[in-house]
């Protein structure tokens, strides 16, 4: 590409990188030509949806694809020496000791039988020729390096029992513990809370500024933003366009990278369709029963509740929660992983009983009634998860499902018309009625589930992390699905996310929770642009953005 | 609490992984297993299509006589044609297997079931029992039982389905618990469905369809113990055309008649071994085809 | 504190297990048709006489009500009394103690060899070799299929009388144990290893193991520093049961290499219905399986920290 920097000053120089899966004949290519540099203490970050092949890349980097992959490339160059053709013992010299390797999620990256402390003492032991005392002060040090607060305590814990940030500093540690001048980060701070992940980010651009090169995988474009220097957008094995992050960001040219970017929700208006060309015009289902004049649709007062730990002692995971949710309106609650938002979601949806408090629905009371009560007001209330593949029968197809959602009131035609209209609401083909959840994409699943949770008319949904699990495109289009259907059937949304962006972006107002409690509430608008709250603040800073 | 799990042949987690270059020579090995039940179930129905001595027919000229290409598998101390009673013995010992599987599998039902569905206590007593008969393991269970209602086929058959129970009562009732506390269970309660139509349409189907599977491996298995239990003379008793009651009069003359343990024995080998192949392959398809 | 409280409860769960083995084996007996007191005296044939058979019945309380018995029974077990033999005049405990450490040393020598035999197969399995799997799975459908006796009979006719290598009747030296350990540990080394060696590849794939590589870990130290421990846990977890399904092996083998022990001491007396030596057996074999599990158990606390405190 057109980079202004010289060969000489260049860390890591990849051209025409390709890897290919499979036996010779019919191979599949999964990386294709791929060029890319990085100078020391610069971050190129390489973006994409999942299936792209940048955590390929990044493995092919290391000598890591595996058996049965085969790679190729017509140069690839660490500090001027070429990793081409390198033996397994050779290879073995290079990896840790100058590249090391930060992946998602510390609890499975680092052994989780092992202490964290025999797992960065590894990388000092294979590379070094320092006694265990020595070692085990330099792990110390590294811990202390990476802002592990008491490491003489933590290096003698495993990757469990630490918090998923304390956990994401000791591997990276174990990564750096060697000082290698590339880092190559794959998905680093993905699952973490977004003030966790801020210090890690953090973390990451202190180990830049001493000089450290990094390669940052990740799909999230906001996370990108906070660090990188220079972005590559990976598509389907190829980089579609590659630049300085402001450039690639502000002015893309690449017209892949402009729909990632306008998927994005955060900072998109409320009502506004993230995805540009519209699919479908869901027709309309009949409108859902009116409410009560003048009561709010669902009305939570004073919820609280607490459970008990294994070891006996009681926690409370709800505390003194009121909220209400209007028809045709959506009350976003957003919160780090712990918060208590999942324990309301089952509260909401009377599948726990609160210890204290109540839930009204549509003027009448919700909790506190015996399950057979209830159940003949189920259908006002709907339910989307974050995984919508384990919330379908393994046995049942698409049609199954919808047929079933749809209930037995209906003879069997007319059931089949309003199958039929469910999928095309959602924007699905008839075809896929005889398919299984299982042979589906995520978007499609997800699709299937908002199908099966608009089938009975609801007044109000509860989507829990409903677009948690997707590819930011896919996200946008299921958002977009979500609030077209909000205004043609009047539904109400309880939406849970983690994601402020998401719930920027989905919600008329916000609530804020922390440790069971809400602790700040109001329009969408003012809590994300003045927050009150200094959790709220904490929270607003730490997410990135575009 | 519990104690570990105990396998069922073939039952683990992982044996739906697909691996492309095995999938081939599974099928291979499906196929025989499939041939090799298929000769079994013929040689049950038509023994006498398959075999040309009678079973019982005594020639005590001919005893001891190694295998030939008159008697293929020899005779025994009294001359019978070894080959012969092997086939006509098929029948008896299949049956065996399915009636001790069945008896193990009917009893595993009930109380998976009771444990998987029932209150709090109904499960804590049904656990319980199960427990118990667990500290008998495999054929001390069967052993305590003979000894109580004394040997004989019939005792024998129980015995086994009994010593099987326990565990497979054990996998449905942590099956059912797992689908009880599914997303799709909970789902279908948010759908309004009652108790009742959810247990029907998703917590029985999803939990007790893999049992079935598993009673396939199940009477390979039963069919091991049972010739176990009449080697040990406990169970069918010769002269009967039987596998174990061969064997037991076989054990007698291991040194001198080798052919009278060798060829009875394979017989079981085989059929116990087609059994679990086409029990795992169908749990590897089952498993593939739901996740 | 908590392990304190555990090891307790899993002991009194333990006990919970003894005594209802115990009353259940007992009431049983009293439901089925037939007199004690003519089985003591050598079964329905012996035809004693009328003063016999009253005399037996006081010697052992038979004349007393049911409850009484039982009560007896129980008082008796606690103290370790585990009633006298029928046929042959002893004490059960006596008896039991004799044979005890005979099955004792050839199941556990069994379970080790079984244990290593697993390893071997499943790290041969996880270097990648086509044979390692295709051995791996043929020695599952073997643990799934093939009897204990027919294999001893097969190791028979093989080291014995082809070869003449090895006694086929196991009586007191090393060399007569080896065929009755092959024996048990085959099969065994069947199930164990089949349920390492999906552990161990699934292990060898997992993150952590990205992350050791990428360390410059060897494929040998991430096999052996990482990933054998994530193999041995599960089949920690089955030990216990292997032990059991060891000691229901041991009824067979014992008898088939005609080698003295708890086996075939039971074996008997299920032949004759001698029911003192038969419970005596029952419970001393429910007693080691129960201890053998709570140390399983608790070998996989230990080895897996997630275990205490999930």
Not at chain 1, 185 to 212: F, M, N, R, S, W
Not at chain 2, 172 to 191: D, K, W
Not at chain 2, 227 to 232: D, E, I, K, Q, V
Request: hydrophobic letters at 45%.
């Amino acid at each position: 590409m057109n980079s202004i920097s010289h060969p000489c000053t260049r860390l890591l120089d990849v051209r025409n990188l390709s890897v290919g899966f499979g036996r010779r004949g019919q191979q599949q290519t999964v990386v294709d030509r791929v060029s890319l540099h990085i100078q020391p203490g610069e971050c190129l970050a390489l973006v994409g949806e999942s299936g792209s092949g940048k955590s390929v890349t990044a493995r092919a980097l290391l000598g890591l694809v595996g058996n049965r992959g085969t790679v190729s490339a017509d140069r690839v160059d660490l500090d001027g020496h070429s990793l081409l053709g390198l033996s397994a013992g050779q290879w073995r010299h290079i990896r840790g000791r100058r590249i090391g390797l930060v992946l998602q999620d510390a609890l499975v990256s680092l052994d989780p039988l092992r202490r964290i402390g025999l797992e960065i003492d590894d990388s000092l032991r294979l590379h070094t020729a320092l006694s265990p005392v020595q070692r085990r002060e330099r792990v110390l040090e590294l811990l202390e390096s990476v802002g592990m607060p008491e490491p003489r305590l933590r290096v003698e814990q495993r990757s469990g029992e630490l918090s998923g940030g304390l956990r994401q500093r000791a591997l990276i540690a174990s990564a750096i513990a060697l000082r290698p001048p590339l880092l190559i980060a794959d998905e680093p701070t993905t699952a973490l809370d977004v003030t966790v992940q801020a210090q890690i980010l953090q973390l990451l651009a202190h180990l830049k500024q001493q000089g450290t090169a990094v390669l940052l995988i990740s799909h999230d474009l906001a996370v990108v933003n906070r660090i990188a220097d220079r972005v590559a957008v990976m598509r389907g094995g190829h980089i579609v366009e590659e630049g300085p992050t402001d450039a690639i960001l502000n002015l893309p040219t690449h017209h892949y990278t402009r729909a990632l970017i306008d998927a994005v929700p955060a900072g998109t208006p409320r009502g506004q369709l993230l995805v540009q060309e519209r699919h479908n015009t869901p027709t309309a289902v009949p409108p859902p029963m009116p409410t009560k004049t003048g009561a709010p649709l669902l009305e939570a007062a004073n919820l609280a509740k607490t459970f008990r730990r294994p070891d006996g002692s009681r926690f409370t995971a709800v505390d003194d929660v009121s909220f209400h949710v209007r028809s045709g309106q959506t009350l976003g609650l957003v919160g780090e992983s712990g918060s208590g938002k999942t324990t309301v979601a089952r509260l909401v949806l009377g599948l726990t009983q609160p210890d204290e408090g109540t839930v009204t629905l549509a003027g009448e009371a919700w909790s506190r009634q015996r399950e057979r009560e209830r159940r003949a007001r189920r259908h006002l209330v709907g339910a989307i998860y974050q995984d919508p593949l384990s919330s379908f029968d393994p046995r049942h197809t698409v049609g199954q499902i919808l047929r079933d959602a749809v209930g037995s009131g209906e003879n069997g035609r007319s059931r089949e018309a309003q199958v039929a209209r469910l999928l095309d609401a959602v924007g699905l083909s008839s075809g896929i009625r005889d398919r299984r959840p299982l042979h589906l994409s995520g978007g499609q699943r997800q699709r299937v589930a908002i199908a099966r949770a608009i089938a009975p008319s609801p007044a109000l949904i509860i989507c829990d992390e409903p677009v948690s699990a997707l590819d930011v495109s896919v996200q946008a289009q299921v958002l977009d699905l979500l609030d077209e259907l909000q205004k043609t059937l009047n539904i109400g949304y309880l939406f849970i996310s983690h994601d402020l962006g998401v719930v920027q972006h989905m919600s008329d107002t916000v609530a804020v929770m922390q440790r069971g409690r809400i602790v700040e509430t109001g329009p969408a608008e003012d809590v994300f642009r003045k927050p009150d709250h200094p959790y709220t603040r904490q929270l607003v800073a730490a997410a990135p953005r575009l | 609490m519990s104690h570990a799990q105990a396998p069922v042949p073939g039952l683990s987690a992982a044996s739906g992984r697909v691996q492309p270059r095995t999938r081939n020579r599974t099928n291979a090995a499906e196929l025989g297993a499939a041939a090799v039940l298929l000769f079994l179930v013929a040689a049950a129905i038509f023994p006498h299509l398959l075999s040309s001595f009678d079973p019982l027919g005594i020639n005590p000229a001919k005893a001891f006589s190694a295998p030939s290409s008159s008697h293929w598998f020899g005779t025994d101390e009294s001359g019978r044609d070894i080959y012969s009673r092997v086939i006509y013995g098929t029948g008896q010992s299949l049956l065996i297997g399915v009636t001790a599987t069945a008896i193990g599998m009917g009893l595993a039902l009930v109380l998976g079931v009771l444990g998987g569905i029932g209150s709090r206590s109904v499960d804590f007593a049904v656990t319980r029992l199960n427990e118990v008969l667990f500290a008998l393991p495999g054929l001390l269970l069967a052993l305590v039982f003979i000894a109580i209602v004394g040997p004989g086929v019939v005792t024998s058959t129980i015995a086994v389905g009994l010593s099987t129970a326990p565990g497979y009562a054990r996998i449905i009732r942590s099956q059912i618990r797992a689908v009880r506390g599914s997303a799709y269970v909970e789902a279908a309660t948010v759908l309004g469905r009652r108790p009742v139509t959810i247990l029907a349409r998703h917590v029985l189907p999803n939990a007790v369809a893999p049992v079935f599977v598993l009673a396939t491996l199940g009477v390979g298995q039963a069919i091991v113990w049972a010739s176990s239990l009449s080697y040990l003379g406990l169970g069918a008793v010769p002269p009967a055309a039987e596998w174990g009651a061969m064997l037991s009069a076989g054990r007698t003359y291991i040194g001198t008649a080798w052919w009278m343990t060798v060829f009875p024995g394979a017989f079981i080998v085989l059929t116990a071994g087609a059994a679990t192949v086409l029990g795992r392959s169908l749990q590897a398809r089952t498993r593939q085809e739901n996740r | 504190m908590r392990a304190a409280r555990w090891v307790v409860s899993r002991i009194a769960g333990g006990a919970f297990v003894l005594w209802a083995v115990a009353t259940l084996i007992f009431f049983a007996l009293r439901m089925i048709p037939g007199d004690p007191a003519e089985a003591i005296l050598g079964g329905p044939g012996s035809q004693a006489s009328a003063e016999a058979l009253a005399q037996v019945r006081r010697d052992y309380g038979l004349d007393q009500p049911v409850i009484v018995q039982y009560l007896t029974a129980m008082g008796r077990l606690v103290t370790g009394d585990l009633g006298t033999s029928y046929a042959l005049k002893m004490g059960v405990a006596d008896l039991i103690g004799q044979q005890l450490w005979n099955t004792l040393s050839l199941t556990v020598l069994a379970l080790v060899v079984a244990w290593g035999l697993a390893l071997a197969l499943a790290v041969w399995a996880s270097r990648g070799g086509g044979l390692g799997t295709r051995v791996g799975s043929a020695m599952e459908v073997v643990a799934a299929a093939v009897p204990h006796f027919w294999l001893a009979a097969i190791l028979i006719l093989l080291f014995s009388s082809t070869l003449g290598w090895l006694p086929p009747i196991s009586t007191g030296g090393p060399l007569g144990l080896i065929l009755p350990v092959v024996t048990l540990a085959v099969p065994l080394a069947g199930f164990l290893g089949q349920v390492m060696r999906e552990s161990l590849i699934d292990a060898l794939e997992a993150p952590f193991a990205l992350s050791a590589r990428a360390r410059g870990e060897t494929e040998n130290g991430v096999r052996w520093r990482h990933a054998i421990r994530h193999a041995a846990l599960p089949a920690i977890s089955l030990s216990g049961w292997a032990f059991g399904s060891l000691l229901s092996g041991a009824v067979v083998v014992e008898t088939v290499f005609a080698r003295p022990g708890l086996g075939r001491t039971l074996l008997n007396a299920v032949t004759i219905r001698d029911i003192p030596v038969v419970t005596g057996v029952a419970l001393v074999s429910a007693l080691a399986f129960i201890l053998v599990t709570i140390a399983t158990d608790a070998i996989d606390r230990i080895a897996d920290p997630r275990l205490a405190t999930s």
